[in-house]
């Protein structure tokens, strides 16, 4: 299995980046025998030029993925930082590098690897002192000698004072230091920062790829897969939780359903707020796991006994915790509804289609009413340019979200907007 089994439907992609891989190891493969030259030589080796990462070739030193969400950016650049520390004898006899069965490539994908680090955040802006953290960190020599790998998932999320941070670093690059930066699109990162990174940009795989995907890899039944890859947009990551969690299908379930339930005002109110409750719901089954695994790897590391109170001058660090823990929960809320709101989005385009004569939608298996039932029975009851003022109406709502507006009055807005049509 090579390390870019898992990027589905970017061919394009994974042929630059296994060609860049190929230069780099090259680059490598010269400089490890320059050193061993001039090792025998006795003189010095010069690294001069090493932070140009293999000038001329198509390797560089930082890289921007980007991409609509689900498209796989992530998942791209921890199979390249992968096939960077990739050590298959393979390599020798003119194979790629990104094998996927060696200890470089082996520990890269899970997350073990000494010279990669994935940063992600799980709140909802990564600050200048973090940045500062993992500047530092790339200044750090490869131990394996290989390269010293950054891939940054959330680089939309870095604030101002953050990102200037990074500039710097991505300017004046560490010898052997690879930045894999990710975001939505190049308008979500600095126009500085992009600059300086090649891009990358990466589209919405097909269904039928994603379906085959969540079968081959993860044993789901074709047709369940199918569906589901078809219900998210072809997003990875939520068709596989939708196949897999039939919590998460019985909430989709009771979004497509609030179409139905907003011909009146008091619907309209009532809709909203299952809404919220909804999405606080699948934020909280999301956090209660990771929340008491992380207190209590904490309280371990702190010295703290089951059922005794933690050792003196160990509460701030607590308190730290939950802080964070508590931000990380408003994000994961906001990300939720932002999930349920695209769903939404996603029936009045089903809606659209439907009146507008296209093939008919292939909904998620769910109990009761089913997706099509609803679909059908909004579209007759309406006309197109009604079905584009309710999707308008849902992009208001995000956009709303996104400034920080109350989401209660948000999403009540919203649903007397679909209302009314």
Not at 73 to 80: E, K, L, N, V, Y
Request: net charge neutral.
């Amino acid at each position: 299995m090579a390390v870019w089994d898992d990027l589905v439907g970017q061919d394009r992609v994974a042929s630059q980046l296994t060609a860049a891989a190929r230069d780099a190891d090259a680059y490598v493969t010269a400089h490890a025998r320059a050193g061993a030259d001039a090792a025998a030589a006795h003189v010095a080796v010069d690294t001069s030029a090493e932070s140009a990462v293999a000038a001329g070739s198509s390797m560089t030193h930082a890289w921007l993925f980007t991409g609509p969400p689900g498209s796989g950016r992530s998942t791209a650049a921890r199979a390249f930082a992968a096939a960077l520390q990739c050590v298959s004898p393979d390599r020798a006899l003119g194979g790629a590098p990104g094998c996927g069965f060696c200890d470089g490539c082996h520990t890269a994908l899970v997350g073990t690897h000494a010279d990669v680090d994935v940063v992600r955040t799980e709140q909802l802006t990564i600050g200048v002192k973090e940045t500062r953290e993992l500047v530092r960190r790339a200044q750090l020599s490869p131990a394996g000698g290989r390269w010293q790998v950054i891939v940054l998932e959330d680089a939309d999320r870095l604030t101002e004072g953050a990102g200037n941070v990074l500039l710097k670093a991505v300017e004046e690059p560490a010898p052997r230091t690879v930045w894999l930066l990710c975001a939505p699109s190049t308008e979500d990162v600095l126009p500085t920062i992009r600059s300086r990174c090649r891009h990358l940009g990466l589209r919405t795989p097909p269904g039928a790829a994603v379906a085959d995907l969540l079968a081959r890899r993860d044993g789901i039944d074709p047709a369940l897969a199918a569906a589901c890859a078809h219900a998210t947009g072809g997003h990875i990551g939520r068709a596989r939780r939708l196949a897999t969690d039939e919590r998460a299908r019985a909430r989709r379930t009771a979004v497509l359903r609030l179409p139905l339930r907003v011909d009146t005002v008091g619907g309209c109110l009532t809709a909203a707020q299952e809404l919220i409750d909804a999405a606080t719901e699948d934020a909280k089954q999301v956090a209660e796991e990771l929340d008491a695994r992380e207190t209590d790897d904490l309280r371990a590391a702190l010295g703290g006994a089951e059922g005794k109170r933690m050792p003196r001058g160990t509460a701030g660090a607590m308190k730290e915790l939950e802080d964070r823990q508590k931000r990380r929960a408003t994000r994961t809320q906001r990300d939720s509804l932002d999930l349920a709101l695209t769903d939404l989005a996603g029936f009045y385009r089903d809606v659209l289609a439907h009146q507008l004569g296209a093939a008919p939608v292939h909904p998620v298996p769910d109990q009761g009413l089913s997706a099509a039932e609803g679909v059908a029975r909004v579209a007759a009851g309406s006309r197109p340019e009604q079905t584009l003022r309710r999707m308008e109406a849902i992009l208001a709502c995000r956009e709303a979200l996104e400034r920080n507006v109350a989401p209660l009055l948000a999403v009540e807005a919203m649903t007397l907007a679909l209302r009314t049509g």
